[in-house]
């Protein structure tokens, strides 16, 4: 098992690694140097705090409409951080919070219904929060983080399966960074969103990518 120690509430970064990476095409030179050989062994993830870089990462869901479509949505607003102990063992904790009003699906009026009353009501539930409390180790790269899913103010337990991608140090940036895929789902009407069943899928399927930087 991994240890990842207690985490907080944290500010997103700025847009410099955006600017640095639109402009590699510019001097393909730089290609080969912006980036350290990427490890996936548990020696990857290295001991130290680690903060969400916004600009490279990603947050979907999906839902079954009518048993028609698959109906996508993301959230553009989200921010997650994470320490890791010396032992690399033990139990976990983690945390992501979400800022409800920047839920998007397919059209800027469908997404505001979504945030309204009846439903996410985003003025009186204004976050949603993930807080881990162990993770489980599967194999090197894999492992199931289990934790508390808060939504709509309710509070109910997810399981996210987790995928390590790697770790590299990261010229451009000066920083130690690595990647995780995650996905998981949860049924809606355990946190009373629970409208048009029969219609709408209850089963709501959760997509995460992302890369975290090493602070210290």
């Not at 600017?19 to 080969?32: K, M, Y």
């Not at 990462?57 to 890791?84: C, E, K, P, Q, W």
Request: glycine residues 10%; proline residues 3%; aromatic residues 12%.
């Amino acid at each position: 098992m991994w240890h990842w120690k207690q985490v907080r509430y944290f500010a997103l970064g700025g847009a410099a690694l955006v600017s640095a990476c639109a402009s590699l095409p510019d001097f393909p030179e730089l290609s080969s140097l912006a980036l350290s050989e990427v490890r996936n062994g548990p020696d990857a993830l290295r001991p130290g705090s680690y903060e969400l870089d916004p600009q490279h990462a990603h947050l979907y869901f999906a839902i079954n409409h009518m048993g028609l479509s698959l109906l996508y949505g993301r959230f553009d607003t989200f921010d997650a951080n994470f320490s890791v102990d010396d032992s690399l063992t033990g139990a976990s904790d983690f945390e992501m919070v979400i800022d409800v009003n920047s839920l998007f699906v397919s059209t800027e009026a469908f997404s505001e219904t979504l945030r309204g009353d009846g439903w996410f009501n985003a003025e009186e539930h204004p976050q949603a929060v993930f807080r881990a409390r162990e993770i489980t180790r599967v194999d090197e790269r894999t492992g199931v983080l289990s934790g508390d899913l808060t939504l709509n103010g309710q509070t109910q337990p997810v399981e996210i399966r987790l995928i390590f991608n790697g770790g590299a140090f990261v010229a451009l940036t000066g920083k130690y960074t690595v990647g995780f895929n995650a996905e998981g789902s949860f049924n809606r009407s355990d946190f009373g969103l629970g409208q048009y069943a029969g219609l709408v899928g209850d089963e709501v399927q959760l997509r995460f990518s992302g890369e975290f930087q090493r602070v210290n």
